[in-house]
């Protein structure tokens, strides 16, 4: 149980572009799912706060308008790299927050993501 | 400003001894702890968590939490070459566990020498 999905893995995409990463539970409903991004050589730095049906609330110092964050339904939320550049270049994990079996967080695999 | 604090490594660590992991954290009012590993280029798996002070056992992993320190700790017993990986400790400023964004150290980097 407890299984988070993401995709795609991986993409590349030129300067400038929009990309869209989806995360799902697959076997659990998540009221709440989260967004992170790890540089190479880095800790996993949270992005956002995902909640079904509001709006995501953000970490300082990341624009909401350029992560676009949509929680639509208790099992999926998209993060969208909107004018995506090459210091966006990153691994963007997702992760959704369940109390069965245990309460914590869940990740998904996560997505390279490569602006050129 | 919430901070996790791990030493980078690495740590090397014969196969079969037991390998020790440290982290601090600065907010006091933290609530929960949370130890994860993570693979080069893989995203970071639960290993442990722990909410109250003293010792928790799992398999071959004890995790320490010292609230008055604000130290957590994180113990590999009968360590495996498999066990070489990145340890990032976590952390939660809510009894609730993983309703909250976690706040992550920059990860302690192990090897388990065969």
């Known amino acids: 149980g407890a299984v988070v999905s993401q995709h795609p893995s991986r993409v590349i995409c030129k300067s400038g572009t929009s990309v869209k990463i989806e995360c799902r539970s697959l076997d659990f409903q998540a009221t709440t799912m989260f967004w992170y991004r790890q540089f190479p050589k880095q800790s996993l730095m949270l992005m956002a706060t995902?909640?079904?049906?509001?709006?995501?609330?953000?970490e300082q110092g990341v624009e909401k308008d350029k992560f676009l964050i949509n929680h639509a339904s208790l099992t999926l939320s998209t993060l969208t790299v909107t004018s995506a550049h090459p210091e966006d270049s990153s691994f963007y994990i997702c992760s959704a927050h369940t109390r069965d079996p245990t309460d914590t967080q869940y990740f998904g695999p996560g997505t390279r993501l490569t602006v050129l | 400003q919430k901070e996790v604090e791990q030493n980078s490594g690495p740590l090397s660590v014969p196969e079969g001894a037991i390998a020790s992991l440290n982290c601090t954290y600065s907010d006091r009012g933290s609530q929960s702890f949370f130890w994860y590993r993570q693979y080069s280029g893989k995203s970071p798996e639960l290993i442990m968590f722990i909410y109250s002070n003293g010792d928790k056992e799992d398999g071959r992993f004890t995790a320490q939490l010292n609230k008055a320190s604000q130290y957590v700790s994180l113990l590999i017993r009968d360590s495996q070459p498999s066990d070489s990986a990145t340890y990032l400790c976590?952390?939660?400023?809510?009894?609730?566990?993983?309703?909250?964004?976690?706040?992550f150290g920059k990860g302690t980097h192990l090897i388990i020498q065969p």
């Open positions: 995902s909640n079904e049906g509001s709006k995501a609330t953000y």
């Open positions: 976590a952390v939660n400023p809510l009894s609730g566990g993983g309703a909250d964004g976690l706040t």
